[in-house]
């Protein structure tokens, strides 16, 4: 399969607009890592609020490129883009803006998931909190087989009315 160049053009344009998305999320989840490492409740408020409108226009041009992709008769998976990429050439920008892509994809992946373990710790820390502070049992964390943590039942109570 080879790709004319109008669906080329199209193809580029696509790489390009998804290129610039992923490097402005990017740059947002690095926001929302400061906001969150600095525990500036109205900073993440506001860059969660960002992120929310950014990951919508982010849907938008994944819709473009299923259209795309169905357009040219192949699935919209990332096995069709590949394949779309390849059969655009060796078109040096567009192969570039790919890899660039695919890197940035990588990235807001490791972002992403770093930012979730610091709302995961602060989840659990403002849990502990109000446990200690409403005489709950406490609950100790131990890791299973599967590397989950595991809790159970301590009759260690640091506060007794």
Same mark, same amino acid.
């Given at each position: 399969?080879?790709?004319?160049?109008?669906?080329?053009?199209?193809?580029?344009?696509?790489?390009?607009?998804?290129?610039?998305?992923?490097?402005?999320?990017?740059?947002?989840? !690095?926001?929302?890592?400061?906001?969150?490492?600095?525990?500036?409740?109205?900073?993440?408020?506001?860059?969660?609020?960002?992120?929310?409108?950014?990951?919508?226009?982010?849907?938008?041009?994944?819709?473009?490129?299923?259209?795309?992709?169905? !357009?040219?008769?192949?699935?919209?998976?990332?096995?069709?883009?590949?394949?779309?990429?390849?059969?655009?050439?060796?078109?040096?920008?567009?192969?570039?803006?790919?890899?660039?892509?695919?890197?940035?994809?990588?990235?807001?992946? !490791?972002?992403?998931?770093?930012?979730?373990?610091?709302?995961?710790?602060?989840?659990?820390?403002?849990?502990?909190?109000?446990?200690?502070?409403?005489?709950?049992?406490?609950?100790?964390?131990?890791?299973?087989?599967?590397?989950?943590?595991?809790?159970?039942?301590?009759?260690?109570?640091?506060?007794?009315?």
């Amino acid at each position: 399969m080879q790709l004319i160049p109008q669906q080329r053009e199209a193809l580029a344009s696509l790489i390009a607009g998804e290129l610039e998305m992923a490097k402005t999320m990017l740059e947002l989840l !690095k926001s929302e890592h400061a906001a969150l490492t600095a525990e500036n409740p109205d900073s993440i408020k506001t860059t969660s609020q960002q992120k929310l409108e950014h990951m919508q226009l982010m849907e938008q041009n994944i819709r473009q490129r299923n259209q795309f992709l169905q !357009k040219v008769e192949l699935s919209t998976d990332e096995q069709g883009f590949e394949e779309a990429v390849a059969a655009a050439g060796q078109d040096s920008q567009l192969n570039s803006n790919w890899n660039k892509l695919k890197e940035i994809a990588q990235e807001l992946q !490791k972002q992403n998931e770093i930012n979730g373990g610091i709302i995961a710790i602060g989840q659990r820390r403002v849990k502990q909190a109000l446990d200690i502070l409403s005489g709950k049992e406490n609950l100790t964390g131990t890791y299973g087989q599967n590397g989950e943590t595991e809790y159970s039942k301590s009759n260690n109570l640091h506060t007794k009315a």
